[in-house]
């Protein structure tokens, strides 16, 4: 079973526009939670974490929103940009429950952002 | 600068043969990972290792195999690679974690394995 859900496989959103990915765990061991940007033919590159301790944490054009009652985050993106275009991958992981760090992934969300 | 280095970018081999992809990562760290990842299915854990000799299976270990011999290097060894093992594979580290906040996993470039 699925333990990082990201329902929607793709999203198209306007240059200049707030695009948001959503993602849902289960496991309510996760502690930590990761956003990171892959283009096609690379690696996965970080993009922004968040701590279960916190709820929001902010970098430039890039917020993440964590509600741990409904084990749900988000990543805002505001404004868009034509080269935020990439598949966007949710991960999370359990330091505190004996995982050693290894990072459960999402199946990943297609951002497509039109000019 | 972090960097984790997978020795090839592309490679094709034939039902049957024996594949090793290499890893080598610069940072010292503890964790190393190889994943797969596939159309529609994300990023799937093969196989992890916290400690040079230790090794965990992930989520997808059939049909494949690890080795780490030195802190810096984790190779993954197709024994006897099939069709269905085409697929992008990612390398990765992070460190241990002490607390929530530094698990942050570095990636290499994928390697794009073609088998025939």
């Known amino acids: 079973d699925q333990q990082v859900k990201q329902n929607s496989p793709s999203l198209s959103v306007q240059e200049g526009r707030i695009s948001i990915l959503n993602c849902d765990y289960t496991n309510s061991m996760f502690d930590y939670f990761l956003w990171y940007k892959k283009y096609p033919a690379e690696g996965p590159t970080f993009l922004i974490s968040?701590?279960?301790?916190?709820d929001k944490n902010e970098d430039g054009r890039f917020t993440v929103f964590l509600n741990k009652s409904a084990k749900h985050l988000s990543l805002h993106i505001v404004p868009s940009q034509p080269g935020d275009s990439a598949v966007y991958f949710c991960?999370?992981?359990?330091?505190?429950?004996?995982?050693?760090?290894?990072?459960?992934f999402g199946k990943g969300t297609k951002l497509s952002v039109k000019p | 600068d972090v960097k984790v280095t997978q020795s090839s970018r592309y490679l094709v081999k034939r039902t049957g043969e024996k594949v090793f992809l290499e890893c080598v990562q610069d940072m010292d760290h503890e964790n190393m990972f190889w994943y797969r990842q596939d159309p529609g299915l994300g990023l799937r854990l093969i196989y992890f290792?916290?400690?040079?000799?230790?090794?965990e299976k992930g989520d997808i270990p059939e049909g494949y195999s690890v080795s780490r011999e030195k802190k810096e290097r984790f190779s993954l060894i197709l024994e006897s690679a099939s069709t269905n093992q085409t697929s992008m594979y990612l390398c990765?580290?992070?460190?241990?974690?002490?607390?929530?906040?530094?698990?942050?996993?570095?990636f290499g470039q994928g390697t794009r394995l073609t088998v025939v």
């Open positions: 990765a580290s992070s460190l241990l974690p002490t607390g929530p906040g530094n698990t942050e996993a570095f």
């Open positions: 991960a999370a992981s359990a330091v505190f429950g004996g995982s050693q760090g290894n990072l459960i």
């Open positions: 290792s916290y400690d040079v000799k230790m090794k």
């Open positions: 968040i701590s279960s301790i916190k």
